[in-house]
């Protein structure tokens, strides 16, 4: 059992339930503007920098127009297809009781991120939010969890990282943090499991049990 002084979430399929709603985002301008519909494995092929970025891969011309049509759709269709997995509020509220630090470090770009912490009502829990727009080296680069390491003036060995992908794992061990894998929407749940995280969860009420006991 660790005891942590720090706690960092990432956000797509670890606190939110956003998957689908972020393939059916790039599939609605890639149909729209390149003619072509993605699987969800190519979209996440593409996954690691911002979406901003992964835009400009889909197709180089009209980006102001493509930019605006994915976040439009994203924003306009978030509360019908993305939701906060039921019970993951309490761990940020558990964190929190307790005056610990409790931070984000995800891929997804500022806007998305704004978006979904604002649709959720959750950004007052976290700080900071790093996202793929705040790093210069994306995911699975660690730099993200260093900005909150020295944030906070944190020792790495006591701030757990929550993720849900291979990238998180990598991004973790590199910035000598302990990393928890959350499995219950992972789409890429075998690859996780064979890089042997440090911990890993199957729900929800399991992470928040390890937390209760970790956290000082």
């Avoid at 306009?76 to 993305?82: G, L």
């Avoid at 995800?106 to 793929?132: A, C, D, Q, R």
């Amino acid at each position: 059992m660790l005891e942590l002084s720090g706690v960092i979430f990432d956000v797509d399929g670890t606190i939110t339930a956003t998957n689908q709603l972020i393939f059916d985002s790039f599939n609605f301008v890639s149909e729209k503007y390149a003619g072509k519909t993605l699987s969800d494995q190519e979209i996440i092929a593409l996954f690691g920098p911002p979406e901003d970025v992964v835009l400009k891969k889909l197709t180089d011309e009209n980006f102001e127009m493509v930019q605006k049509d994915y976040y439009n759709f994203y924003r306009t269709n978030h509360k019908k297809m993305a939701s906060l997995y039921p019970g993951i509020e309490d761990c940020f509220k558990l964190v929190k009781s307790l005056k610990l630090p409790l931070g984000i470090f995800t891929g997804k770009g500022k806007l998305s991120t704004k978006i979904s912490l604002e649709e959720l009502n959750i950004s007052h829990y976290f700080e900071p939010i790093v996202t793929g727009d705040d790093v210069t080296n994306h995911k699975p680069s660690g730099d993200g969890i260093l900005k909150f390491l020295e944030y906070h003036e944190l020792s790495p060995k006591k701030v757990l990282m929550i993720g849900d992908s291979t990238q998180d794992v990598i991004a973790a061990r590199e910035a000598g943090v302990n990393i928890a894998a959350v499995l219950w929407d992972s789409y890429g749940k075998a690859d996780v499991e064979a890089m042997e995280p440090d911990f890993s969860f199957y729900s929800v009420n399991d992470l928040y049990l390890f937390l209760k006991k970790s956290l000082k």
